[in-house]
């Protein structure tokens, strides 16, 4: 018998095939959500607060929390990749900037009319029909900026004592297509030299269903033209009969702590121009850009009209001493403004034809009280003329705020002492 135990044969084993753990790639794929989640609502936050002047995360302000440390990472890791675009400004040119001169006349595009929507839009979506792809930069911008004229008025005297005006702290562009672009919608040419420079100030209040539609039509005009620009709001903070005249004046000096502008246009928030042809630059001066309005079925509405959207160069203000203070409520101001130029021997010029047409936007609200004084004040207008305007305007530090397409200059003005020495046949609220 054979008592040889039998030899145990080995049998091959193979191991079963790893399965997918399931379990832990949902997992990571839950977190890898909840964190472009969160950085995604971390961007809209950014966005947002950086539209209405809020602010996170900023070299200034010492951000507080997790959540203002994360934002104000975010927003300042992009705009340090984009950094590249702003460039140092001297007197308003680039060094580099091309010798070319932008064109005044045969404007490409010139002969056009320009398309008009009057319909209602929100100031949010015009920013983002003007800066499509750089408006999250712009509004970051707009934001540092805005620190830094607050943080200069809040030094007001030590800003003075050192010459330092708003043109000295808004000392960096932005480059935005064919332009550059500064804070409070200041546009120059990068592509040429522009010929002039012009301050559009627009006297302003309660219209907020027109602002956002006179923006979208007057930048892309006001581009088209090769014109160094800004454009101002010049806001009344109360509820006394609207001035607009006083507000001219505020937005005249106001307007030059930011640049020595060649020329002022005035303009009413409702007036959209018709045609690219009618060239807002500085030349003839003093102008009346408007031939006619729909309202009127494209006529004047007397032929010394003199309203609505006029020029003048910096000197010819001056020359006649700005805009009078007394016109409080609707009406009269206009024509005692064309008063004060023949005073001095100025003639105006006008665009004749389709060429100086403006559609006017819709109005949804109550007309401005008239002034029941203006015929008085208007008879006698040359008894104010050195002594009312520049030579006595008087008003309380505005408050200025920068936004994407435009400056807001807010400011509480008020009755001015009435000069009974030399106003004689008027009183002051008839």
Known sequence: MDTTQPQATKVATTQPPERFNWGKICYWAIWLLV???????????????AHYGRYYGSKRDTA???????????VDTRSYMRRHQRTAYVGGLTAGQPPIICPEIDIPGSRQNLSIDVSAIDLMHVEEEIFKQDLFDVRRFTVDANHDIRAMYRRQQEAAARGLLLK???????????FWYLPGGHWIPAVCMPRWKVAVIVPFRDRFVHLPIILRHLIPF??????????????????LQFNRAMLMNVGYLEGLNFTQW???IFHDVDHIPLSYGNYYGCGGMPRHFLSGADRWGYKLLYSFFFGAVTGFTRTQIHDFNGFPNAYWGWGGEDDDILGRMRSIGLAKTRPWGPVGFYNVIPHHHKSAKKNMNRVCLLDHYRQRLHTDGLSNIQYDKPSVTLL???????????????????????????
Not at 168 to 178: A, I, N, P
Not at 408 to 426: F, K, M, T
């Open 64 to 74: 507080r929390g997790v959540i203002g440390f994360l934002m104000g990472f975010y």
């Open 35 to 49: 964190l472009f989640a969160t950085l995604s609502t971390l961007a809209l936050w950014a966005s947002l607060d």
């Open 168 to 178: 000295d702290v808004l000392s960096e562009g932005m480059r935005v297509g064919d």
């Open 262 to 264: 060649d020329c002022f």
């Open 404 to 430: 994407p397409l435009y400056t807001n200059i807010s400011v509480d003005i008020r009755h001015l002492p009435w000069n009974e020495e030399n106003w004689l046949d008027c009183k002051e609220d008839a």
């Open 222 to 239: 006001l581009k088209a033209q090769y014109l160094e620009f800004g454009i101002f709001f010049i806001e009344q903070a109360n509820d």
